[in-house]
């Protein structure tokens, strides 16, 4: 299987940029005849609803997305393309059958795979290595599990992978307890840890069902076309607090911060007006805008 390395934080680039990246690799794919592929990405970063219809193209294509939850011990169905619905999201655990104290957890992890003191190239050296933690080194494994598995069933689909790795995967690896471990367990984890089954190994009894992801978080936006008073919507004002303010790149309201707070204010009559608010939302150069439908 071909395998497709992508590594970097989009927080530090734009979304279109990594939405570029996505479309050349589909496009790469299609032009060399479309055979088994893995992508390997240990990318991530706050929830953006483009960035997971992208990743959830890219499977149904027929690309296998292997993705990092991320180390922020937050929730990944709050980060992107973590939250990706077919995607391949991969927990960190540590050398003590724990979940690491630094891997997202939740419904949005597909299972757990070693993430902790994991022997890596180095760049003092040509030959020099490292020991490093991180989800990022977790998603390799659950990707090379993957490449071993194509290379014997090179037309097996995303989906028929994913179930082949629950399939497959050591059940019960993690003791719940009034531990972060068991926290993060009681936070929807699921109990499963990577696993390639030997050559000829029997397959292990179904598990119950797929796990199903968490609702992603709702868009930023809320409809009002059907007013209570009757009448239509019509914009009346707008205030941000912290915001850049369009075309002002100087002075209070330059540049483009994090935890911003916004109000619109929308009026159908004199006695009618509603109130819409936004609180600590980020923002990002170019590319992120709030959306009210009138």
Known sequence: AQMVVVKGQYSGANSKTWLNAYEWMAKHWQDNGKGPVVINHSLGGPYRTLINQA?????????????SAGNLSKRACSKSPASAALSITVGASTERDEI?????YGPCV???????????????????????????CATPHVSGVIAAYLTSHPTSTPAETKAWLYRYAQRGV???GKTLTGKKLEEG????????PCNGEA????????PQPAPTPAPLMKDVTSPPCGGQWTFESADASGSY?????????AGYPNNVNACF???????????????KFSLEVGYDYLVVYL
């Open 55 to 67: 990743v959830n193209a890219l499977v149904e294509l027929g690309m296998h997305f292997v993705n």
């Open 100 to 104: 690491a104290h630094f891997s997202n």
């Open 110 to 136: 597909t299972m757990f795979a070693p993430g902790r003191l994991i022997l890596s190239a180095s760049d003092d050296c040509d030959t020099c290595s490292r020991d490093n933690s991180g989800t990022s």
């Open 174 to 176: 993690f003791q719940p």
């Open 189 to 196: 984890s699921p109990n499963l840890f990577l696993r390639l």
């Open 203 to 210: 397959a292990p009894p179904a598990l119950p069902a797929t």
């Open 245 to 253: 303010k369009y075309p002002e790149k100087t002075g209070a309201f």
């Open 265 to 279: 204010h929308l009026k159908c009559a004199a006695d009618r007006r509603l109130y819409i608010k936004w609180t």
